[in-house]
């Protein structure tokens, strides 16, 4: 998805066409450095004109010129990506200004993605600490059985999060 542009009529071929088939699929919300980028739109029309059964699994720091990094909500960690073409990756903590919506995503991650795991559901249920494994093992069920799309973000021609995307493709597909 162009982040600018949101869930494009291509984008609705394309998804159909995936429908049809039975293909498992996640969401790469591209182009975050892009002018006009905006994520939480992007999520919106995702929403709107696919499917209603998505899970924002990292938000930027930043959007257009002021892209920044991104926090990973399984791991609730911040990364950053310099060098030449984005190719060194650092992990860090999360920005305080962002920690709390980071932490309110997380918990609707996991609300909506315990559906895929008695474990998990449990856990949550009974309060206590959701590990990554949990999580990780949770989405790719729900991926695989095409009951679930993961929402990831960053910049392509920037390789600012393509790393991490190809981490959540080993993970959960």
């Given at each position: 998805?162009?982040?600018?542009?949101?869930?494009?009529?291509?984008?609705?071929?394309?998804?159909?066409?995936?429908?049809?088939?039975?293909?498992?699929?996640?969401i790469f919300c591209?182009?975050?450095?892009?002018?006009?980028?905006?994520?939480?739109?992007?999520?919106?029309?995702?929403?709107?004109?696919?499917?209603?059964?998505?899970?924002?699994?990292?938000?930027?720091?930043?959007?257009?010129?002021?892209?920044?990094?991104?926090?990973?909500?399984?791991?609730?960690?911040?990364?950053?990506?310099?060098?030449?073409?984005?190719?060194?990756?650092?992990?860090?903590?999360?920005?305080?200004?962002?920690?709390?919506?980071?932490?309110?995503?997380?918990?609707?991650?996991?609300?909506?993605?315990?559906?895929?795991?008695?474990?998990?559901?449990?856990?949550?249920?009974?309060?206590?600490?959701?590990?990554?494994?949990?999580?990780?093992?949770?989405?790719?069920?729900?991926?695989?059985?095409?009951?679930?799309?993961?929402?990831?973000c960053g910049s392509?021609?920037?390789?600012?999060?393509?790393?991490?995307?190809?981490?959540?493709?080993?993970?959960?597909?």
């Amino acid at each position: 998805i162009d982040s600018s542009q949101g869930a494009e009529p291509q984008t609705e071929t394309v998804w159909r066409q995936a429908d049809k088939y039975k293909v498992p699929r996640m969401i790469f919300c591209n182009k975050m450095d892009k002018l006009g980028a905006n994520f939480f739109d992007s999520v919106e029309s995702v929403n709107q004109r696919l499917s209603h059964n998505t899970v924002v699994m990292q938000i930027p720091n930043g959007q257009a010129g002021d892209f920044a990094g991104i926090v990973d909500l399984v791991k609730m960690k911040y990364y950053t990506f310099s060098g030449q073409m984005g190719t060194v990756v650092t992990e860090g903590e999360i920005p305080g200004e962002l920690l709390t919506k980071a932490q309110e995503l997380r918990e609707k991650l996991i609300d909506t993605v315990s559906s895929f795991d008695d474990d998990l559901a449990m856990a949550y249920l009974d309060g206590q600490e959701i590990s990554e494994e949990m999580i990780k093992k949770a989405v790719r069920a729900g991926v695989v059985s095409n009951k679930l799309y993961p929402i990831f973000c960053g910049s392509s021609l920037g390789n600012k999060g393509v790393q991490l995307l190809l981490d959540a493709v080993t993970d959960y597909l």
